[in-house]
């Protein structure tokens, strides 16, 4: 398949955005990544980095004339604030061209819709979510689930994959979704995307276990790039006197694990914790290229293809 599969990082931060002389390289935005296969848009998680990609994509459209719709899939591995923050000062959730689909887990019991509406809720924020000119479809999902895009529709299909009510051609992107309830408190989907023979798992905000995530490790079996939370260090996982253990993040050792038993061909290390500088964070991709030789960190604006 011809299609080119790309994988843009517009935010690789945890917790914060962390903007100065010390995140140049890397970037200060909070987690988003933009997939791109033919002509469909897949946005991964709303932190701050959202705020340019969505000015790159309205930028792009009009200059292309806008013609038809600006039509955008959002996938959120969670709802914690560091993925969601930038989602207000998403320029394409104010265009009347846009269509968003919009994908999430339940969150305590709440809709997907329902959080991000009451993250737009005055105080919170001037213009509450429904008032935005967009259309917008919302969809709380689980791992009952596939999505799928017949091309060159850009228009997502959510299917129950134990439903065998669905056909899957050559030229059919399909999104798998798996549950991690290794972080707090409600735990996170992890996304595996697939096209044409290629496939990319995104699992951030996971922590790993003894003999390694045999859960992930299945799911992200023979995928060509596995992006993956490596937020703290050894150290500061178990510095005291404030261990990171159980805050629901992996250090790289858990990562590369991760990645060799389920036979990855990349691994991209992600979530980078808000306190690491350039250089610490440089130092380090020197030092795990050691014990997996196809690794990188990753670093705003970095697009790769597979």
């Known amino acids: 398949m011809k299609d080119e599969f790309k994988i843009t990082f517009w935010g690789v931060r945890g917790s914060y955005p962390v903007p100065g002389e010390d995140t140049v390289h890397f970037g200060g935005s909070t987690t988003c990544v933009e997939v791109t296969i033919s002509n469909v848009t897949i946005i991964v998680d709303a932190g701050t980095g959202i705020v340019r990609l969505g000015n790159a994509i309205a930028a792009s459209y009009f200059k292309n004339g806008a013609k038809g719709p600006l039509e955008l899939t959002l996938l959120f591995t969670h709802l ?14 104010y265009l009347e061209q846009s269509k968003l689909h919009l994908f999430g887990p339940l969150n305590f019991g709440d809709e997907i819709q329902v959080v991000l509406e009451r993250s737009m809720t005055p105080p919170n924020f001037p213009i509450d979510l429904l008032s935005s000119s967009s ?9 009952q689930h596939l999505i799928l895009f017949h091309l060159p529709k850009r228009s997502p299909i959510l299917i129950n994959r134990f439903h065998k009510t669905y056909e899957i051609k050559d030229k059919t992107i ?8 290794s972080h707090p408190a409600n735990g996170v989907l992890v996304y595996r995307i697939e096209c044409g023979g290629k496939s990319l798992v995104f699992a951030t905000d996971v922590e790993g276990f003894l003999f390694g995530n045999a859960k992930l490790i299945h799911f992200a079996r ?9 937020q703290y260090s050894a150290e500061q996982y178990t510095a005291l006197p404030t261990p990171r253990q159980g805050f629901g993040h ?6 590369i ?6 036979d990855v061909k990349k691994l991209v290390l992600t ?15 020197t030092k795990y290229k050691g014990q997996f030789p196809n690794l990188l960190y990753a670093r705003e604006g970095l697009t790769l293809t597979i």
């Open 222 to 230: 023979g995928a060509d790039m596995l992006i993956h939370d490596a």
């Open 135 to 143: 259309i917008k479809q919302f969809a709380t999902i689980g791992e």
């Open 80 to 93: 914690h604030h560091d993925h969601t923050q930038g989602f207000p000062f998403f320029t394409p959730l």
């Open 174 to 181: 399909v999104v798998k979704v798996m549950r991690d309830f």
């Open 257 to 262: 694990e991760v990645g060799k038993k389920a």
């Open 271 to 285: 979530h980078h914790d808000p306190m690491s500088t350039d250089a610490q964070l440089e130092r380090n991709e």
């Open 250 to 255: 992996s250090i790289p050792e858990m990562a």
